[in-house]
């Protein structure tokens, strides 16, 4: 049950997907990310547009208030998050943002959701403040993305650090320009993930998900790296064998295959969209 539950959770990561299509990402945009981030995401694919407006269906948001319509980039997006802040990477235009719609009409108005209050002004650009956090994005009504004078300092920041300690692997899946990719160093500093990831034989640690839209499915790679420990590692492959034999013949997971790498253990498998919206309807009954 509770891996079950951790591929469901894995797939509502994807309602993040739903934005076109975007340049390649290059080595200069991977400066972006800093080390020592919790999660590094890239998003990068017009593939992924449909499944997040079925996605939205099932969760039955309200487009005229919601954020997630309102600020729908049809540029590259690519985040990270840690414990001091959350920064923000977009590239493109707002061509139906409600956000630029409603400041047009008046100069500043808040709007809630999830029980938080965001401020949006215009002065004379549209800046985009999140309450209590540290980063703020400059948007003109043209619809274009500027960062803030105090985000574009820690930009610099990084570009200047010239050691980049990220996986090979991981470097080459987010310079990817046909995937979406999802990378957390260590799944014990996210308490929800280490909360699901618990019961399991051997908790995950350090994992890496690329999904790849291809002909109405999604072919995704999910990696799990070796952490130096050999006990450990000897479990985590027991526990892929034990994975494999659960999903092996899964009617929603096609495809199922695994090997065991010097660095960890990939699975790799397809599904269609139409079983990625099942599983979030799943998710919706828990």
Same mark, same amino acid.
């Given at each position: ?9 894995? $797939? ?13 990402? /290059? ?10 981030? +919790? ?5 990068? %694919? ?7 407006? +079925? ?33 923000? @990477?977009?590239?493109? /235009?707002? !061509?139906?943002? *409600?956000?630029?719609?409603? *400041?047009?009409?008046?100069? &500043?108005?808040? #709007?809630?959701?999830?029980? &938080? %209050?965001?401020?949006?002004?215009? $002065?004379? &650009?549209?800046?985009? *403040?999140? #309450? ?19 985000? $574009? ?5 990084? @570009? ?6 990220? !996986? ?17 160093? $260590? ?6 993930? +280490?909360?699901?990831?618990? !019961? ?7 994992? *890496? ?47 199922? /295959?695994? &090997? ?23 998710? /919706? #009954?828990?």
């Amino acid at each position: 049950m509770r891996i079950r539950q951790l591929w469901i959770h894995i $797939s509502i990561a994807w309602l993040l997907v739903s934005c076109a299509s975007a340049p390649k990402t /290059t080595q200069e945009a991977l400066q972006f990310f800093p080390d020592q981030a +919790d999660i590094y995401l890239q998003i990068n %694919i017009p593939g992924f547009r449909t499944l997040g407006k +079925d996605a939205n269906k099932i969760f039955q948001w309200v487009p005229a208030k919601s954020l997630r319509t309102g600020l729908d980039f049809t540029g590259q997006i690519s985040s990270f998050l840690s414990d001091e802040t959350f920064m923000l @990477r977009a590239m493109g /235009t707002y !061509p139906k943002s *409600l956000v630029l719609g409603q *400041l047009r009409k008046q100069s &500043e108005f808040l #709007q809630e959701e999830d029980g &938080e %209050i965001f401020t949006f002004r215009t $002065s004379p &650009e549209v800046s985009f *403040l999140k #309450q209590n956090t540290p980063w703020q994005l400059q948007i003109p009504t043209s619809g274009k993305v500027y960062l803030s004078n105090a985000l $574009s300092y820690h930009l610099q920041q990084m @570009r200047k650090a010239k050691d980049k300690r990220l !996986p090979p692997r991981v470097l080459q899946a987010l310079q990817s320009s046909k995937n979406a990719v999802i990378y957390i160093p $260590s799944i014990t500093g996210l308490r929800d993930l +280490d909360e699901l990831t618990k !019961p399991l034989a051997i908790p995950l640690n350090e994992v *890496l998900l690329v999904i790849t839209p291809k002909g109405g499915k999604y072919l995704t790679e999910f990696f799990i790296f070796f952490d130096g420990d050999k006990e450990r590692e000897t479990k985590l492959q027991a526990q892929a064998k034990f994975i494999y034999s659960n999903f092996a013949n899964n009617k929603l997971i096609q495809k199922f /295959t695994y &090997e065991v790498s010097d660095d960890g253990i990939l699975f790799r498998f397809e599904i269609k969209h139409k079983s990625v919206i099942q599983l979030l309807k799943m998710r /919706t #009954q828990e």
